[in-house]
């Protein structure tokens, strides 16, 4: 897709990676650029440095996400690309995990993409064209040895913009997935477990960023900002049963360095 002249949504886009994609967005041409996030306040720094609009957004609400595609019309015209990027990375362990933590982590990591799908596709596909880029992540391809819902929600989104994808290309529908590995964000902040492990190799969020808008011009599924993901995935698929013994001598070294309270048994 040539995002030149383009009306762009950005769930999470107040910071972190969204605030990122957002400003990569606008430089590459967009004509508009909406900053979706439930801090408004940090949305609408965003904004006015690119030049877009700010609206407060909860993704785990369907209604919130609709007025945001209602508005966003209103301001600018149809929606052409419409980015799934909010994200928690949740409680550690999964046993321990409650229902209400698993419902936090199903809301805003899987089904906002299902919300967001129902709000713009049918329009897209009317039109004949539209793109839907999902922020999944490496454990959405491979798993977190120590947050099962995060890990479990994630394998969520990248399985629904599978579906997406081939489920609507004829009708003009372009999907891609995105699947980093440690970003330097808040959220690798958050994860004691395997930050000191992808800490090293971990990537700024404007260089996630570049390589979606790389990827989405190029109108490729499956964008991995990191090679090695590419890799372990290949592993994975064709030595199964190794690579989970291999994970799980990784998850009991790490337990042993520093087990999480929360996830032991």
């Not at 595609?69 to 994200?87: H, I, K, R």
């Not at 491979?142 to 994808?165: F, I, M, N, Q, R």
């Not at 970003?183 to 992808?198: F, K």
């Amino acid at each position: 897709m040539d995002l030149k002249d383009k009306v762009v949504i950005v769930t999470g886009g107040a910071q972190g990676i969204g605030a990122a994609l957002c400003r990569r967005f606008a430089t590459a041409g967009a004509r508009g650029v909406v900053v979706a996030d439930r801090n408004l306040e940090l949305a609408c720094t965003v904004a006015q440095e690119i030049d877009g609009t700010a609206m407060a957004c909860d993704v785990a609400q369907e209604d919130e996400i609709g007025r945001v595609v209602e508005q966003t019309v209103e301001t600018y015209g149809p929606v052409d690309l419409f980015c799934s990027n909010a994200g928690i990375f949740g409680p550690l362990g999964g046993l321990e995990a409650t229902d209400a933590q698993w419902r936090a982590a199903l809301d805003v990591n899987f089904m906002a993409h299902v919300y967001a799908a129902r709000a713009v596709v049918p329009a897209m596909c009317r039109r004949g064209q539209g793109y839907l880029v999902q922020m999944a992540s490496a454990a959405g391809l491979l798993t977190h040895v120590g947050a099962a819902p995060y890990s479990v929600t994630k394998h969520a989104a990248v399985a629904w913009a599978e579906w997406l994808a081939l489920s609507y290309r004829e009708q003009g529908l372009r999907v891609s997935c995105i699947c980093p590995l440690g970003v330097r964000t808040e959220m690798l902040a958050e994860d004691a477990y395997l930050a000191p492990v992808i800490g090293p190799t971990a990537l700024s969020a404007d260089q996630v960023a570049k390589c979606t808008v790389e990827g989405v011009r190029e109108e490729r599924f499956l964008i991995l900002p990191h090679a090695e993901v590419g890799q372990h995935f290949e592993r994975k698929a064709t030595q199964y049963d190794r690579w989970l013994r291999g994970m799980a001598q990784l998850k009991a070294r790490l337990e042993e360095d520093s087990p999480p309270s929360n996830a032991r048994c």
